[in-house]
T-cell receptor, first 117, second 113 residues
Framework: EAGVAQSPRYKIIEKRQSVAFWCNPI?????LYWYQQILGQGPKLLIQ????????DSQLPKDRFSAERLKGVDSTLKIQPAKLEDSAVYLC???????????????FGPGTRLTVT | KNQVEQSPQSLIILEGKNCTLQ??????????LRWYKQDTGRGPVSLTIMTFSENTKSNGRYTATLDADTKQSSLHITASQLSDSASYICVVSARGTGNQFYFGTGTSLTVIP
């Protein structure tokens, strides 16, 4: 089966600009996650979707970050305006069911490396 | 507070040697523990997953152990290869709703010829 697709793979922007990332999960996976991974750290969950509904967005900086999954399939993550500290790899992952229900595996995409200058 | 700590932060070993990575956690209530391998520039890929009742799980040259009483896990790599150079991340899942996954900061392994 095809893996999780993300685009772009790399993005360089200036601070205060806007940027959007796209993720297409594995077909049939109901749950989609966006993570932020700063260099040298483990991934930090930003938002979790179950189909097109938000399960957890407690760590999403809502003043500048937004995400949507309108049709319950692919998703976009937007940052507006970007700050220097947003420089990180943004990982998308999907799983068949939510994390609280079973031990179903998360499959990660290759990530988008964002550099804010 | 639910936390996952990994050690060492980084490790350099010679090709063919064995090594062991450590993971200590305070996540409760515990559901399962995963070890991921993350190659540079790629997303994490699952190596093993263990539930409360499992204390060892192998995947080729990778063997993970779990001691649920002491809340410790280890990942043992046998006969290391250059391709084992990567970051290894321990992830502990909690039972319940909301944010289920607690990530360690990873151990960066470099295998040199």
């Amino acid at each position: 089966e095809a893996g999780v697709a993300q685009s772009p793979r790399y993005k360089i922007i200036e601070k205060r600009q806007s940027v959007a990332f796209w993720c297409n999960p594995i077909s049939g996976h109901a749950t989609l996650y966006w993570y932020q991974q700063i260099l040298g750290q483990g991934p930090k969950l930003l938002i979790q979707f179950q189909n097109n509904g938000v399960v957890d967005d407690s760590q999403l900086p809502k003043d500048r970050f937004s995400a949507e999954r309108l049709k319950g399939v692919d998703s976009t993550l937007k940052i507006q305006p970007a700050k220097l500290e947003d420089s990180a790899v943004y990982l998308c992952a999907s799983s068949r069911v939510g994390g609280g229900v079973s031990s179903y595996e998360q499959y990660f995409g290759p990530g988008t490396r964002l550099t804010v200058t | 507070k639910n936390q996952v700590e990994q050690s060492p932060q980084s490790l350099i070993i010679l090709e063919g040697k064995n090594c062991t990575l450590q993971c200590n956690y305070t996540v409760s209530p515990f559901s399962n523990l995963r070890w991921y391998k993350q190659d540079t520039g790629r997303g994490p890929v699952s190596l093993t997953i263990m539930t409360f009742s499992e204390n060892t799980k192998s995947n080729g040259r990778y063997t993970a152990t779990l001691d649920a009483d002491t809340k410790q896990s280890s990942l043992h790599i046998t006969a290391s290869q250059l391709s084992d150079s990567a970051s290894y991340i321990c992830v502990v899942s909690a039972r319940g709703t909301g944010n289920q996954f607690y990530f360690g900061t990873g151990t960066s392994l470099t295998v040199i010829p």
